[in-house]
């Protein structure tokens, strides 16, 4: 077992709880404890989506399916239902196990190329230099 696989007493109370949350489509138990699961391997390797393994389905399905229940806060609910179960710790979706792409942190694009500097623009309608700037 990886520490993306749950256990099957962790799933039972998440499953429970997914039926009854009013925004989350937990729809068949195998289908959606797959998902969770592609979801934790996401969060716990620092992964792209793009790289998620065949065996969780289409990163891109599994992608939009996270981002929705990002936007109706299942993720943030769910973390707050078992913040004190000492059972589920280890499965929060807290900071302590996302890593985040350094875009997200603020740092600065990457551009490809040649960086364009101040004396480039100053001089691009005069005559060619013969010796190198």
Not at 1 to 8: C, F, K, P, Q
Not at 46 to 75: E, I, M, T
Not at 91 to 106: F, K, Y
Request: aromatic share 10%; proline share 6%; net charge positive.
């Amino acid at each position: 077992m990886t520490n993306a696989e749950l256990r099957d007493d962790q799933w039972e109370k998440i499953y429970t709880f997914l039926q009854h949350h009013p925004r989350a489509y937990a729809g068949k138990e195998a289908e959606c404890r797959l998902f969770v699961e592609a979801v934790l391997w996401i969060l716990r390797s620092g992964a792209q989506w793009r790289l998620l393994p065949k065996k969780y389905g289409p990163w891109n399905s599994v992608y939009k399916r996270f981002a929705r229940w990002c936007d109706h806060h299942v993720w943030e609910d769910m973390h707050q239902h078992f913040a004190d179960d000492p059972d589920m710790e280890n499965i929060l979706l807290d900071s302590t196990i996302v890593r985040a792409h350094p875009c997200a942190a603020g740092a600065a694009k990457k551009r490809g190329g040649r960086q364009a500097r101040p004396s480039d623009a100053a001089g691009a309608g005069s005559a060619p230099r013969s010796t190198p700037v």
